[in-house]
Every structure is written in C-alpha cells, then in structure tokens.
C-alpha cells in the first residue's frame, strides 16, 4: 500500500533528481530521518542522481539498494530478493544501455495530469547532465499514447500536461534512433482527434523544434491552450554559443513573436541560466534587456551551477557565486513585472477557467486556458468543471 513520506512504512523509495543543486546533501538528510523514524525499514534511492553517482549513494549509511534508469522499473523484482544489511546493492548499467521507454503519468488530482510521452536527449548543451542521468531520446508510439489517454479520460482526467525531456524531439522509437519513425505534430493533431479529455498543455519545448507548424496548430486548436513554455537560456548570442544552445536570440524572438502574432492571449514562460561560466556584465545585460521587451509572461531563473562531468564545469572565467545570485534576483524581479503586467492585460477578458479539487482554507484554484491562477471561494459543484470566468 503506497504511504505518505512521514507515515511509517516497509519501503521507502527516494526519487533523486540530478538538476537539484543539492541532491548528495538532501538525499542524506531523508536517509537520516527514515533511520531515527524506522530504522528496520528498507531503503531504496533511485533516479537521475542515482544513475550518475551510485557508489557515493550506496555509501550512504542507511541505504539498501541503487536502482539506476533501466532497472527502476524492476523495483517489484528487486524489493523481493532485497533485506535489511550493512552494505548497499548496487544495480545500474551505462546510461548507453539504456532503452526501452516506460510511460508515466502523475495524477495531481483528478482534474490535471502529467503524462510522460518523451524521455532522453541527444543534444550535448554544454552545462547538462540529463543526457548523461537519462540517456538517448526515445518516445511511446503514437498508439501508446492514445491508450494511455483514453484510461486517464476513463478516470475522470479532463486536464493532461504532455511532458518529456525534449519534447520536441518525440517520435525516436521506443529504443531510440537517429530516425524519426513519427512526430510531435502528427502526435499533437492526433490528440485534437482523439476523444475524452477536454485540454491538453505541451509542457515545456525547445525553440528550434517549435515550428510555426506547431504554433499555427495551436492557434487554430480547440484542445491545445495558448501556453507555452520555451527555454531560452540566455540572451547572449555568444553565451548560447558556449552552452552548445541550437538556436540563436533572433530565432528565439521570431517564435515569441509569431505565437503573439497569432494568439495575442497566450501565456509564455521562459527558462533561463544566470552566471554561466565567462558571462560578462554586457552579456547578462543583453540577456536582460532581450528579455524586458520580449513579449513573455513570466520566467525560471536558474543559477548556474557546476556539475561534473560537463563541458562547462572546465571552462575558464566562472561567475562569483554572489554575482550569479545578484543577477538571478534581478530576473526574478523582472519576471514577477512580466507577469503582472500579463495579468493586467488579461484583466475583463472571459476566459474558460478548470477548477481543482483541493480545498485551501474554504477556497479552491483552478487555471483559465492561458495559465492564469484564479482563486475563489470552495464550491464543491464546480470541482473538475470548465467554468467561463471574468479574470
Ligand atoms: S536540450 Fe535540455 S535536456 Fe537536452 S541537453 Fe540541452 S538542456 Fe539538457
């Protein structure tokens, strides 16, 4: 039976992420706390952190068993041959062995789901590891996902997230490969098809995958909402260039603006990278600049930070971690504007709001199609319903 974290239980399984800044510190502290609490209890760490570093892992007092990409999946098989010891199994193969995709969603509540569809990358940006924790891009079939959609409209579903590593990229196969045996169009024109599920968001694409394919789709759709998030990363053209971006600021610009162009009310998210290594003062200004008169709704600012095993980690001219964090805090505030002024301009439009199930302190939320966060009083008749609102 699946428990909460803090209840006592036979099995806990710590999901590691290798983006967290401190995973070796926080998977520690988690380790310790279910040993104070249930010290008999077995404890199994997996995920990308666990595939990148199993030996410091399984050297962690506490820890039963790593589990590297593939073998997560056989969690079942191994929990039956697994016992409490002094010293950790490890089992985790080279992340070039991995294959196979396993699909996935994340039932929020009801209303919203994330669905895996995409996982692994082929790019080589120069700061990241995913590649390295999850390996080459692969995807479900088309088919899959069909089927996989039409269980979770069974369930009651009305809301999914399309969620992958590069999403852009789906339609490797399975195993993978350099050849596209489908695409994310034929996929995204598949779902509008498909019955059961009211709205679906594309959680998160890179700009040189975006075709204006994709976003004349969208504009035309009934099921895709005006939402999109797009990496940028910097604003910097020659900083783009030493993160071994595939795409340049004005091919960047010129999707903003042709999104805006065609969908005046979508919502645009943008992630971005502060203090990468040898990013000046007028680069950082560039990136802030570019960004101030991008036509965006808000952003992700990340801090650089190193990590082994990348190209960046050896470049000269790193960024004092104080000016990393200054420069993070004038996006942060850049960005809270960004979405304000969104918000303003939205303000008296009717949009279709979808409303969640959570009760906080007699209210409840729910997001209008172009992402916007509307907070009422609980009326339980309206849980899980599409509601025309007045933002
Ligand atoms: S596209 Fe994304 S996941 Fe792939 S290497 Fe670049 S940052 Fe990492």
Redesign the pocket.
């Known amino acids: 039976m699946k428990k909460e974290f803090d209840d006592v239980a036979d099995v806990y399984v710590i999901n590691t992420c290798s983006v967290t800044e401190n995973a070796d510190k926080e998977c520690r502290q988690l380790v310790r706390r279910i040993q104070r609490r249930q010290p008999e209890s077995l404890v199994v760490i997996t995920g990308c952190y666990a595939q990148l570093k199993p030996k410091e892992i399984a050297e962690i007092p506490g820890v039963d068993l790593v589990l590297g990409a593939a073998e997560k999946f056989n969690l079942a098989e191994h929990l039956q041959e697994l016992s409490k010891g002094n010293s950790a199994k490890i089992c985790s193969c080279d992340i070039e062995d991995v294959a196979g995709f396993h699909a996935s969603y994340s039932v929020n509540d009801r209303t919203r789901t994330f669905l895996k569809v995409q996982d692994g ?1 082929d ?3 120069s ?2 590891t ?2 390295l924790a999850r390996g080459h891009s692969r995807s479900d079939s088309i088919e899959g996902v069909l089927n996989n959609v039409k269980e979770l409209a069974g369930a009651g579903t009305r809301e999914i997230v399309l969620t992958g ?2 999403l852009g990229d789906f339609g490797k196969g399975t195993n993978g490969g350099k050849k596209k045996e489908e695409t994310f169009f034929e996929l995204i024109q598949e779902l509008e098809n498909a019955e059961g599920v009211d709205r679906y968001r594309i959680s998160s694409i ?1 700009p040189n995958l975006l075709s204006n394919q994709i976003i004349e789709f969208v504009a035309q759709s009934k099921k895709f909402m005006p939402h999109f998030h797009i ?1 940028l990363q910097s604003g910097s053209n020659e900083v783009l260039g030493n993160m071994r ?1 595939r795409y340049r600021r004005d091919l960047y610009a010129d999707r903003v603006k042709h999104i805006k162009t065609l969908m005046p009310h979508c919502c645009i998210g943008v992630d971005v990278i502060v203090g990468f290594p040898g990013e000046s003062e007028e680069q950082f200004q560039d990136t802030f600049d570019f960004l101030h008169q991008l036509d965006v709704s808000y952003f992700h600012v990340f801090t650089y930070s190193e990590r082994a095993n990348t190209l960046a980690a050896d470049m000269p001219n790193a960024v004092p971690v104080s000016v990393r964090h200054e420069r993070n805090k004038l996006l942060r505030n850049l960005s809270y504007q960004k979405m304000r002024y969104f918000t303003e301009q939205q303000r008296g439009n009717k949009r279709m709001v979808l409303f969640e199930s959570a009760e906080k302190n007699g209210t409840m939320e729910g997001f209008t199609d172009n992402y916007i966060k509307i907070k009422t009083p609980y009326r339980k008749e309206w849980v899980n319903e599409i509601i025309e609102w007045t933002v």
């Open positions: 990358c790019y080589n940006c700061f990241c995913i590649p590593i590069n890179e990496p971006r």
